[in-house]
C-alpha cells in the first residue's frame, strides 16, 4: 500500500500581527510594534501550499484560530458585549488584548504531535494537541485546535484524538516543533525523535539560563505513552541548553529530520554521538539506514542559523529517492548560509535541490516554511479517510485566494486591535472558511 507524508500548512490568521509576545523568539521580539500586513502574509502561505502541490506532494490545510479571544478575555474579568470587552481590556491591559489577538496558530508545527498508524500499538493515526503552556497567547489555542483536527481527521477506525498533556510548567508540550520521525518508508514502522529541553523533575539535567526551555522530557514521554509508542521505537533526546540561550527556542530552529536522514547544527544537542548510535541501532532494526549531516559551526554559526531559519525548512522526498529543502528567502541573504548551502547541493548526497520562497510576514514574526506545517504520514486508507475538504487542490486554492482577499486587511497594527470591527470581520472570514473546507461548527462563536 502506497504511503505519504502530508503536509498540512496553516492558513494565517486576519488578526496577523507582530505583538513581540514569543520571548526567546529573538525575530518575534526584534520586530515588535511594526506594522503587519495580514493579507500578504495568507497569500505568501497560500502560494508555499500550492507549489508544493504543484511539485506532486500530498498538501492539505489547517484552519486558524478565532480571534481575538473574546472568551479568554472574559476569564480574566473582562465583561459586557463582545464590543465593550474589547474596548475594555483595550483601556485597562493592551497587553491582554495584544495576547488575546495573536495569530500563531499559523505555525502549527506547534498545534499537536502526531503518530503514524505503523507506529502505534493499535495501529492508528494518534494526535496530541501541545498545551503551548509556555506562553499566554498560545495556551488558548488548544480547544479549537482539537476541534479543527476532530473535524479533519473524523474516522475513529483510523484516528485517534488525545486532549493536550496538564497544562503546568512541569508538562510544557510545544508539538511537533520538537518531534520528528525517521523511516525507510512514510508506511512502515520508524523511530520517533523526540527533543526535549529540559527534565521537570530530575535536577541532573542541565538547562538553559537566559531563555525558557519550553518542551520538557515529562511531557514528550507522556506523548509516547499516550500513542502507544514501543520503547524500540522512540529516541528522547536534550537540546543543547547553550543555542536555545542564544535564540533556539525549540528543535526546529537548530534540526530537521525526514526519512532515513537528520540534517542538524554541530551545536543542536547533548551527548549527541550517543544519541546518534541509538538512532542508527534503532532504525536499522526497522529496516532503515539512517544517515545524518552536521553543519559545522565554523561554517555556519548559531547565529546565522537563527537570523536565516536555516533549519526551520521542509525536508521532502521525491520520487527519485533524492531530497529538496524548502528555505525561505533570508538563507539565500545570508552569505555564509548560501555557501554552504551551494555546497552541500554540489556534494552529491541526499539533499539534491534547494528552493527558496519568500515568507517574510511570518519571518518577521518568528517563524519559517517549518513552522507552517504539521507532517502526518498516511496510508492509502488513512488519506481516504481524511476530510477531504482540506485537501489542496488547483480549485481550493484558488477559493481561498479570493477568500483572503475579500476579508483580510493589508495593514495592521497594535492600535487597530481594539477596533470591534476586527473581530465581527474575522468571524465573517470563519464561518465562510469552515464552510469552503467542511469542518462543521469548531469556533466557539458557532457552538455558543
Known amino acids: ?42 497569500l505568501q502561505g497560500l502560494e508555499k501550499m500550492k507549489a508544493l502541490m504543484d511539485m506532486g506532494f500530498v498538501q492539505g490545510v489547517l484552519a486558524p484560530q478565532e480571534r481575538p479571544d473574546v472568551g479568554a478575555l472574559r476569564s480574566l474579568g473582562f465583561s459586557g458585549s463582545d464590543a465593550q470587552v474589547i474596548q475594555r481590556a483595550a483601556k485597562q491591559a493592551m497587553p491582554l488584548l495584544v495576547a488575546s489577538c495573536s495569530a500563531s496558530s499559523m505555525w502549527v508545527a506547534n498545534a499537536a504531535t502526531v503518530s503514524p498508524g505503523a507506529d502505534t500499538a493499535d495501529g492508528r493515526v494518534h494526535f496530541t494537541a501541545a498545551n503551548l503552556n509556555c506562553k499566554f497567547h498560545r495556551s488558548i489555542e488548544h480547544p479549537t485546535t482539537s476541534r479543527v483536527l476532530g473535524a479533519m ?10 486532549g493536550a498533556l496538564p497544562a503546568v510548567a512541569q508538562f510544557g508540550d510545544e508539538g511537533a516543533a520538537n518531534h520528528t520521525r525517521f523511516c525507510r518508508d512514510y508506511g512502515q514502522p520508524g523511530v520517533e525523535f523526540f527533543v526535549y529541553g529540559r527534565s521537570a523533575f530530575d ?22 505513552r499516550l500513542h502507544g509508542l514501543s520503547e524500540e521505537g522512540v529516541v528522547f533526546a536534550q537540546q543543547n541548553p547553550e543555542v536555545i540561550d542564544q535564540g533556539v527556542f525549540h528543535n526546529d530552529v537548530i534540526a530537521v529530520g525526514n526519512g532515513e536522514l537528520l540534517f542538524h547544527h554541530q551545536d543542536a544537542f547533548l551527548n549527541t554521538e550517543q544519541m546518534l548510535a541509538e538512532l542508527h541501532a534503532k532504525l536499522a532494526a526497522r529496516g532503515g539506514n539512517f544517515q545524518s549531516i552536521s553543519v559545522p559551526r565554523d561554517q555556519v554559526a548559531v547565529e546565522d542559523a537563527v537570523r536565516s531559519y536555516l533549519f526551520n525548512s521542509q525536508l521532502l ?14 538563507c539565500r541573504s545570508n552569505p555564509r548560509v548560501w555557501q554552504y548551502l551551494q555546497g552541500l547541493t554540489a556534494a552529491g548526497g541526499p539533499i539534491r535541490e534547494v528552493k527558496v520562497f519568500d515568507l517574510k510576514q511570518s519571518m518577521q514574526n518568528g517563524g519559517g516554511p517549518a513552522c507552517l506545517r504539521l507532517r502526518v504520514a498516511l496510508n492509502e486508507t488513512e488519506l481516504a479517510a481524511v476530510n477531504p475538504g482540506v485537501i489542496m487542490t488547483p480549485a481550493l486554492y484558488d477559493t481561498l485566494t479570493r477568500w483572503v482577499n475579500k476579508h483580510y486587511r493589508d495593514a495592521l497594527r497594535e492600535s487597530d486591535l481594539a477596533d470591534p470591527q476586527l473581530l465581527l470581520e474575522c468571524r465573517t472570514a470563519l464561518d465562510e472558511l469552515t464552510q469552503i473546507l467542511k469542518l462543521g461548527a469548531v469556533y466557539p462563536f458557532q457552538i455558543n
Open 317 to 330: 522526498s521525491r520520487a527519485d529517492g533524492s531530497m529538496l529543502l524548502i528555505v525561505p528567502e533570508e
Open 203 to 224: 535536577s541532573r539535567y542541565p538547562a538553559p539560563q537566559k531563555y525558557p526551555a519550553r518542551q520538557t522530557l515529562e511531557a514528550s514521554q507522556a506523548v509516547a
Open 1 to 42: 500500500m502506497k504511503s505519504f507524508e502530508v503536509n498540512f500548512d496553516g492558513l494565517v490568521g486576519p488578526t496577523h500581527n507582530y505583538g513581540g509576545l514569543s520571548f526567546g523568539n529573538v525575530a518575534s521580539q526584534s520586530n515588535s510594534q511594526q506594522a503587519s500586513n495580514p493579507k500578504e502574509a495568507a
Open 153 to 162: 481527521f473524523a474516522d475513529p477506525q483510523h484516528f485517534a484524538h488525545h
